[in-house]
């Protein structure tokens, strides 16, 4: 039976009461809850879903399967008639969310030509991908600006229910997922002509407010981020809040938080930068002293990260000694990672002593000239003298 569909009447409507069909455990054990009627906006149309409750259980999630809206729940409805409540933030959030895309996809299909493809919703903010001409700031300013003036001017979202005849004779773009029965709506003052099956605000003056934050080129795309309303809210509340913990943090104030920024990035680069002076150092150090006994060096580290293995076989490469060849080594999570590196003008092939260890051990990895790196299943530091 289909569902008789309430959330058309009104978008205020957020108690009613219902006759329960059926409610039926499903495969993910969730209770699947039909009623005669709902106000339930189910996810369809790009829009989300309501929540709420029906007869004080939760509802989390709203689906439209044919003509029937299927309401989920982790607890099983008992009685048969029930009273309904849907939440009023997520209600009206859902909307800000969809009637602020509507008002920027029009202006920028209106007044620039950028065609909406694609509309995602976050946590606090969304986003809506453009194709066209180049966008740029002025664009996007004077977009965000007409969006907020249309809110000022308390402007209506007229929407129509026309029949199929009807709404070709208008000669706008029919799509065979519209159906019969088409939901056109137009916010007054753009005549954008959306077919259109989610729930608005009948005026745009309940977004308060539309902030475009920012926006970017992805490939031949553009991507606006946005956000209005209780979100916008939201959002500000949250980087307040983050903006004051950054200058508690750094001892700052508006003036000079940034300015603190710089000097604190600015020592860390020093820090960092003598660091690697001490280390490149001591590795030099410990090369040299290896020397002392071999041209030929096994060097194992395990408190060394990869990285620092590198530091170590550019030190032998720049070396002195021409004769000098390495093998350094460290474990990481039960495998070996080595590097054989040798002098810039050393004349020994690494690739015959890598191909003649790979024939005898069981090890991956490769290179050419310089340095070859590799991984082994064991630990090759006592025998690799032999090799090299
Ligand atoms: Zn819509």
Avoid: W
């Amino acid at each position: 039976m289909k569902t008789k569909v309430l959330y058309y009447d009104s978008i205020d409507l957020l108690d009613f009461e219902a006759k329960v069909i059926s409610c039926l455990k499903n495969k993910d054990g969730l209770y699947e809850i039909i009623l005669d009627q709902t106000a339930f906006y189910p996810e369809v149309g790009g829009m989300q879903h309501d929540i709420g409750t029906i007869d004080n259980k939760e509802i989390i999630k709203v689906i439209k399967k044919d003509d029937i809206i299927i309401h989920l729940s982790n607890d099983k409805i008992e009685n048969e008639n029930v009273k309904a409540h849907i939440n009023k933030e997520k209600r009206f959030t859902n909307i800000q969310a969809h009637d602020a895309q509507h008002l920027i996809s029009a202006i920028m299909e209106l007044d620039y030509d950028l065609f909406t493809v694609s509309h995602h919703t976050f946590d606090n903010y969304y986003d809506l991908v453009l194709e066209g001409p180049p966008l740029n700031d002025d664009m996007i300013r004077a977009c965000e600006s007409k969006a907020n003036d249309l809110i000022m001017k308390h402007a209506q979202m007229i929407v129509e229910v026309l029949n199929k005849d009807t709404y070709l004779s208008r000669g706008l773009p029919y799509n065979e997922k519209y159906g019969d029965s088409i939901r056109l709506t137009n916010i007054e003052y753009l005549n954008d002509n959306n077919a259109c099956g989610c729930l608005h605000f009948n005026n745009m003056d309940r977004l308060s407010l539309v902030n475009i934050l920012n926006y970017e080129k992805v490939r031949n795309q553009y991507r606006i981020i946005f956000t209005s309303g209780i979100k916008l809210n939201e959002l500000l509340h949250d980087y307040y809040d983050l903006f004051s913990n950054i200058k508690l943090k750094l001892k700052a104030n508006e003036d000079n938080v940034l300015e603190k920024i710089d000097n604190l990035l600015e020592k860390n680069s020093n820090q960092h930068n003598e660091i690697m002076f001490l280390k490149n150092k001591l590795f030099k150090q410990e090369i040299d002293r290896l020397l002392t006994s071999s041209n030929k060096i096994v060097y194992v580290n395990n408190e060394l990260s990869f990285e620092e293995l590198k530091q170590i076989s550019n030190i032998v490469i720049n070396s002195d000694n021409k004769d000098v060849i390495a093998y350094l080594q460290l474990k990481n999570n039960d495998k070996y990672q080595f590097i054989i590196v040798k002098q810039k003008d050393n004349q020994t092939n690494l690739s015959e002593i890598f191909t003649n260890l790979k024939n005898h051990y069981d090890i991956n990895g490769g290179g050419r000239g310089l340095v070859i790196n590799g991984q082994s299943n064991e630990d090759l530091s006592n025998i690799i003298k032999e090799y090299l």
